[in-house]
């Protein structure tokens, strides 16, 4: 059974720095491209960052993209999201998934997802 689960969100102030990790139970974690969607009440769920399984290659949303720094430790199993100068409106719930041998951003070629963890910017 493959789980993936995440940790670390919490309340923080705008401008404010926060680390969100998911660990994976994924046997072969190298094949997997792992990522961080978020979704807030209303709207679809939507892509923030990736990291490569083949080469660490990392991409990011043009709305995260310099604020926002996805990392993973293939020993450990983990990848983190660590996310700098945030906004009100990084206001979601945030997910990790993994997509194995390919290197998606749409939310239907992931095939395992976290149970999701919260993230709240205040003013």
């Known amino acids: 059974q493959v789980l993936l689960v995440e940790s670390g969100g919490g309340l923080v102030q705008a401008g404010a720095s926060l680390t969100l990790s998911c660990k994976a139970s994924?046997?072969?974690?190298?094949?997997?491209?792992m990522a961080w969607f978020r979704q807030t009440p209303g709207k679809e769920r939507e892509f923030v960052a990736y990291?490569?399984?083949?080469?660490?290659?990392?991409y990011y949303a043009d709305s995260v993209k310099g604020r926002f720094t996805i990392s993973r430790d293939i020993a450990e199993n983990t990848v983190w999201l660590h996310m700098d100068r945030m906004k009100l409106e990084d206001t979601a719930i945030y997910y990790c998934?993994?997509?194995?041998?390919?290197?998606?951003?749409?939310?239907?070629?992931?095939?395992?997802w976290g149970q999701g963890t919260q993230v709240t910017v205040s003013s």
């Open positions: 994924l046997r072969t974690f190298n094949k997997y491209t």
């Open positions: 990291v490569r399984y083949n080469d660490g290659t990392t």
């Open positions: 998934a993994a997509a194995l041998l390919r290197t998606p951003v749409v939310v239907e070629a992931y095939a395992y």
